[in-house]
């Protein structure tokens, strides 16, 4: 049976990445922060496990916890979008630093933490969600505490695909498009059940060979 871990399962992107891959079959690992998202976990057969990846001392516990346990696909999902239509002149720097804490560091604890699972498993993927909003390359101005924090999150898993490369580990950023989940907002334009299932045909159909990609929920390439 092939292990997929997904944080921030507790909500959104996450919880619908937990239910599918548990519907198809999967031993599927969700981080959540509370019961409550433990027990709506359980009920779609899924396992969830209490991590903040912002807490390194929790995310060791985790690894402890999983010790040996291939993980197949690793899914750094859990973030935050923070304050909106930050502009400059009124940006908000103490929120700024709470984005890069989950956005950023919380994604490269998490691969440090969980590596060696990978390592040992048989697909050896690391997924990192990321948005068009990290794309340097489309920024259309402002929102620069979330777009700074994808983008950031684009760079270390580039940085992470060519390290890793010699371990046979794939890694990518996945943009899943404008979800409507609590973060997207219900005017968003997909269902998470159609962004989570482009998101896991991609997943998928990596190799090596695609490491250090930037991939959309259809397949399509993103511009860095």
């Known amino acids: 049976m092939a292990t997929v871990l997904i944080t921030g399962a507790g909500r959104g992107l996450g919880r619908e990445f937990a239910r599918q891959y548990a519907q198809?079959?999967?031993?599927?690992?969700g981080t959540v922060r509370d019961e409550q998202s433990r027990a709506a976990l359980a009920k779609?057969?899924?396992?969830?496990?209490?991590?903040?990846?912002?807490?390194?001392?929790?995310?060791?516990?985790?690894?402890?916890s999983l010790k040996g346990v291939p993980i197949d696909v690793l899914i750094c999902n859990a973030g935050i979008y923070g304050p909106r239509r930050?502009?400059?002149?009124?940006?908000d720097y103490p929120g700024w630093e709470e984005i890069l804490r989950v956005n950023l560091l919380g994604a490269a604890a998490t691969v440090e933490a969980l590596l060696e699972n990978v390592a040992v498993s048989e697909r050896k993927i690391v997924a990192l969600i990321s948005s068009?909003?990290?794309?340097?390359?489309?920024?259309?101005?402002?929102?620069?505490?979330?777009?700074?924090?994808?983008?950031?999150?684009?760079?270390?898993?580039?940085?992470?695909?060519?390290?890793?490369?010699?371990?046979?580990i794939t890694?990518?950023?996945?943009?899943?498009?404008?979800?409507?989940?609590d973060m997207?907002?219900?005017?968003?334009?997909?269902?998470?059940?159609?962004?989570?299932?482009?998101?896991?045909?991609?997943?998928?159909?990596?190799?090596?060979?695609?490491?250090g990609r930037f991939i959309s929920y259809d397949g399509s390439a993103v511009a860095w």
């Open 24 to 29: 198809e079959g999967w031993r599927a690992i």
């Open 44 to 64: 779609l057969g899924a396992e969830a496990h209490r991590a903040d990846v912002t807490v390194r001392e929790s995310l060791r516990q985790l690894a402890t």
């Open 86 to 91: 930050a502009r400059l002149g009124r940006l």
């Open 132 to 168: 068009r909003l990290g794309s340097i390359a489309g920024s259309g101005g402002g929102e620069y505490l979330y777009a700074s924090s994808k983008a950031a999150l684009n760079a270390i898993g580039k940085a992470m695909s060519v390290d890793l490369s010699p371990r046979a």
């Open 171 to 181: 890694v990518v950023s996945l943009t899943p498009g404008w979800v409507r989940t």
């Open 184 to 211: 997207g907002g219900k005017d968003a334009t997909l269902a998470p059940e159609t962004s989570v299932a482009g998101m896991r045909k991609v997943i998928a159909g990596l190799s090596l060979e695609k490491t």
